[in-house]
């Protein structure tokens, strides 16, 4: 498993290739925390079933755990809010080890019910040791399997999978810390296809602002 330490920046060239593959990438970061302890960053992948498979698409989360080392602290679950018409299952194997389960309409205080998602135990509390999440550093690989009608999940865009409760998407459940201390923090999943025009926006400015000097340069 890739690790990955500190926030994870978008890169113009990974947002334009997000638009292009029709959000087929997304990339997140968590807010501020209940208690400010924790945070992560997260890499969403969605590969649409084969056309005329009958099959589910496959949906791969990485979650990064981005909080401060020198209190460690390890993510012991997460939850979000899928569109109505998608039926996940998660494959309680895709971390290489045991204690993950599948979360269904999980009661993620203090945000209220989500969907969906996957935690130790298969509680948003986490129940027992939190040494089975994941570490300070390391990013996990979840997966599940999206179920519903074909042509809907061959035309379904990334940034179309998912929706708010109490304004959010995502929410990651923390234990662990050395303080004794656990949190919860929040997110918000950006559309893929807002980002590549920002950042194309941002590429045309530089051009404009270089076409300018040039002008300025020949007069």
């Known amino acids: 498993m890739q690790i990955k330490m500190g926030w994870m920046a978008v890169s113009l060239a ?14 997140f970061q968590s807010l501020m925390g209940t208690e400010g302890l924790g945070s992560y960053s997260g890499e969403i992948n969605w590969t649409a ?23 460690g602290g390890y993510i012991t679950g997460f939850a979000f809010n899928l569109v109505d018409g998608l039926t ?36 948003w509390g986490g129940g027992g040791s939190p040494l089975g999440g994941i570490p300070v550093g390391e990013a996990w690989q979840f997966t599940f399997m999206i179920y519903g009608d074909e042509a809907y999940l061959r035309a379904l865009a990334l940034e179309n999978f998912f929706h708010q409760t109490a304004g959010y998407e995502f929410a990651g459940r923390f234990k662990g810390f050395d303080d004794d201390g656990s949190d919860k923090a929040p997110a918000n999943l950006p559309a893929p296809g807002a980002i590549a025009v920002l950042a194309l926006a941002g ?15 020949d007069s």
């Open 14 to 27: 990974s947002a334009i290739a997000a638009a292009g593959a029709q959000g087929e990438i997304l990339r």
């Open 49 to 71: 079933p084969v056309m005329g498979s009958g099959g589910p698409g496959t949906f791969v989360l990485t979650l990064t755990n981005t909080s401060v080392p020198s209190n």
């Open 88 to 123: 996940p299952d998660f494959l309680e194997d895709s971390t290489g080890l045991p204690g993950w389960q599948q979360l269904i309409n999980a009661n993620a205080e203090p945000w209220g019910i989500f969907d969906t998602g996957a935690a130790l135990g298969g509680t």
């Open 203 to 217: 590429v045309a400015a530089q051009r404009g602002r270089r076409s300018h000097r040039c002008a300025r340069s």
